[in-house]
């Protein structure tokens, strides 16, 4: 299974992900999640946000060309609601090779150079290698009673298994977990109707769900067209039911689809704070209002 490819922003020449129009519905999350997050963490000592995705930093949208900013910028950018504000005290962005490392190295430079700033300039680490190799060390170096943000926007479920889910929350008291569930991306690829070829892919989806539930499902709901929609269904299910032997609260907070009614992936979200919740009912209820007049292409629970 191959990553999307890249290109080269208009803006400034550097490489940038190959983008749908869909992609702006997971970002947005972000933007409307973290100044709410910021302003109830706003006495912690340590506010980290870890972007285990991140990516070149900005993004092109392959239908329009526009260039728009990545989540590790939106993520420098973020700041509390509250006066004087406050943002995170510490980032993390892991990119998967040398050349989204430089690129995106180039664009934080680019925008600590022109604008204002919380996030300490020396409180950004951006390690290149594989998320799942890379995430205990991270947490490692973050005290238990730091608020934690993460954020994983996988592609292929090879690259995240749950072990490295688990790793996040061992140990650490306040971490926020939102995650892109790479339904039609990948799973249903995988999970396919003919038992030789999923067999091929077991070892993946056993070490994706940290479970061989997936199985069972597959068994029961991936046999005719008719039943892809509760198959899943059935999936996103299973693994929130795997988070929330992790986080009290865990949920779908949207599926976003491609034209028509394919669903590229699920927004998910743990927490095992009630205020959290609270944040992300506001977040869903405005975007209902958005889907309704056509500004979001996306399928809410």
Same mark, same amino acid.
């Given at each position: 299974?191959?990553?999307?490819?890249?290109?080269?922003?208009?803006?400034?020449?550097?490489?940038?992900? +190959?983008?749908?129009?869909?992609?702006?519905?997971?970002?947005?999350?972000?933007? +409307?999640?973290?100044?709410?997050?910021?302003?109830?963490?706003?006495?912690?000592?340590?506010?980290?946000?870890?972007?285990?995705?991140?990516?070149?930093?900005?993004?092109?949208?392959?239908?329009?060309?526009?260039?728009?900013?990545?989540?590790?910028?939106?993520?420098?950018?973020?700041?509390?609601?509250?006066?004087?504000?406050?943002?995170?005290?510490?980032?993390?962005?892991?990119?998967?090779?040398?050349?989204?490392?430089?690129?995106?190295?180039?664009?934080?430079?680019?925008?600590?150079?022109?604008?204002?700033?919380?996030?300490?300039?020396?409180?950004?680490?951006?390690?290149?290698?594989?998320?799942?190799?890379?995430?205990?060390?991270?947490?490692?170096?973050?005290?238990?009673?730091?608020?934690?943000?993460?954020?994983?926007?996988?592609?292929?479920?090879?690259?995240?298994?749950?072990?490295?889910?688990?790793?996040?929350?061992?140990?650490?008291?306040?971490?926020?977990?939102?995650?892109?569930?790479?339904?039609?991306?990948?799973?249903?690829?995988?999970?396919?109707?003919?038992?030789?070829?999923?067999?091929?892919?077991?070892?993946?989806?056993?070490?994706?769900?940290?479970?061989?539930?997936?199985?069972?499902?597959?068994?029961?709901?991936?046999?005719?067209?008719?039943?892809?929609?509760?198959?899943?269904?059935?999936?996103?299910?299973?693994?929130?039911?795997?988070?929330?032997?992790?986080?009290?609260?865990?949920?779908?907070?949207?599926?976003?689809?491609?034209?028509? +009614?394919?669903?590229?992936?699920?927004?998910?979200?743990?927490?095992?704070?009630?205020?959290?919740?609270?944040?992300?009912?506001?977040?869903?209820?405005?975007?209902?209002?958005?889907?309704?007049?056509?500004?979001?292409?996306?399928?809410?629970?």
């Amino acid at each position: 299974m191959t990553t999307r490819p890249d290109v080269l922003a208009s803006d400034d020449g550097l490489p940038a992900r +190959d983008s749908g129009p869909w992609s702006r519905t997971k970002l947005k999350f972000i933007d +409307d999640f973290l100044p709410a997050a910021l302003t109830v963490t706003h006495r912690f000592r340590q506010r980290h946000v870890i972007d285990l995705f991140a990516g070149p930093g900005k993004n092109v949208d392959r239908e329009t060309k526009n260039v728009f900013d990545g989540s590790p910028l939106r993520a420098l950018r973020a700041k509390s609601t509250m006066t004087p504000p406050c943002g995170f005290t510490h980032a993390t962005f892991v990119t998967h090779t040398l050349s989204h490392q430089s690129a995106l190295k180039s664009r934080v430079d680019a925008l600590y150079a022109g604008e204002r700033i919380l996030v300490p300039r020396s409180g950004i680490a951006m390690p290149c290698g594989r998320a799942a190799d890379l995430v205990q060390g991270i947490m490692d170096t973050i005290p238990q009673r730091a608020y934690v943000f993460a954020f994983a926007d996988i592609e292929n479920p090879s690259h995240w298994p749950w072990t490295a889910v688990a790793t996040l929350k061992r140990g650490h008291d306040s971490v926020d977990f939102y995650m892109l569930f790479p339904i039609d991306m990948g799973l249903v690829r995988l999970a396919s109707y003919r038992k030789p070829d999923r067999d091929r892919w077991r070892d993946i989806l056993t070490r994706f769900f940290g479970c061989d539930d997936w199985d069972e499902i597959s068994d029961r709901l991936r046999t005719t067209d008719g039943q892809a929609p509760a198959f899943r269904r059935a999936l996103v299910d299973l693994y929130l039911d795997r988070l929330r032997t992790l986080w009290p609260h865990a949920e779908s907070v949207l599926g976003v689809v491609r034209v028509g +009614d394919q669903t590229l992936y699920e927004m998910l979200f743990a927490s095992k704070e009630p205020v959290a919740k609270e944040i992300v009912a506001s977040i869903k209820r405005e975007m209902r209002v958005e889907q309704r007049s056509g500004q979001l292409d996306l399928k809410l629970d």
